[in-house]
T-cell receptor, first 111, second 113 residues
Framework: GQQLNQSPQSMFIQEGEDVSMNCTSS?????WLWYKQDPGEGPVLLIA?????ELTSNGRLTAQFGITRKDSFLNISASIPSDVGIYFC???????????FGEGTQLTVNP | EAEVAQSPRYKITEKSQAVAFWCDPI?????LYWYRQILGQGPELLVQ????????DSQLPKDRFSAERLKGVDSTLKIQPAELGDSAMYLC???????????FGEGSWLTVV
């Protein structure tokens, strides 16, 4: 079963607002991946984090690999309607191991 | 940009029938994964291949599910017989050998009626 706690479960925001979501675990991961999934589509990789403390940006998205290696955060700045979707965090304990997913954060952006 | 290809995108089948899904990973990716995603949940691993060998199939219901990757490139996931509870999205993903960046295909939606 899933071992990553992702929050919040859902968010309803106005266009232009910033968004933050996070993922926590009771165990250590060596890689954190953040995906976005649109309805009926597969997850699309947004950001990959490979080192504790790492802060990585991809356009308006910024993600951080927690120092303890047990958490990760994703921030979206100046949200736009096309940011709507489900955001999943996923962790890898070691390269080639099973990818563990969080429960997802459903983001709704009101124009 | 290289992608993971999957087919069919949508499949409706009657229970007790057989169904198969095909996946072609990103060129050069030796590791291939099949995940199942139930609506409202995150994907869960069914089987992982390294080249043509299965390295993790602990979550695969082997009484009805089978997967193969005969030449270490494309892969087929089969369900026989299909049950109502198998209705889900079946996702294929790939990475470089023991890589830590995993890319997903668009998925195959299965509805069992």
């Amino acid at each position: 079963g899933q071992q990553l706690n992702q929050s919040p479960q859902s968010m309803f925001i106005q266009e232009g607002e910033d968004v933050s979501m996070n993922c926590t675990s009771s165990s250590i991961f060596n890689t954190w991946l953040w995906y976005k999934q649109d309805p009926g589509e597969g997850p699309v990789l947004l950001i990959a984090l490979y080192k504790a403390g790492e802060l990585t940006s991809n356009g308006r998205l910024t993600a951080q690999f927690g120092i303890t290696r047990k958490d990760s955060f994703l921030n979206i700045s100046a949200s736009i309607p096309s940011d709507v979707g489900i955001y999943f965090c996923a962790g890898l304990r070691t390269s080639g191991s099973r990818l563990t997913f969080g429960e997802g954060t459903q983001l709704t952006v009101n124009p | 940009e290289a992608e993971v290809a999957q087919s069919p995108r949508y499949k409706i089948t009657e229970k007790s029938q057989a169904v198969a899904f095909w996946c072609d990973p990103i060129s050069g990716h030796a590791t291939l994964y099949w995940y199942r995603q139930i609506l409202g949940q995150g994907p869960e691993l069914l089987v992982q291949f390294q080249d043509e060998s299965v390295v993790d199939d602990s979550q695969l219901p082997k009484d009805r599910f089978s997967a193969e990757r005969l030449k270490g490139v494309d892969s087929t996931l089969k369900i026989q017989p299909a049950e109502l509870g198998d209705s889900a999205m079946y996702l294929c993903a790939s990475s470089s050998t023991y890589g830590n960046t995993i890319y997903f295909g668009e998925g195959s939606w299965l509805t069992v009626v």
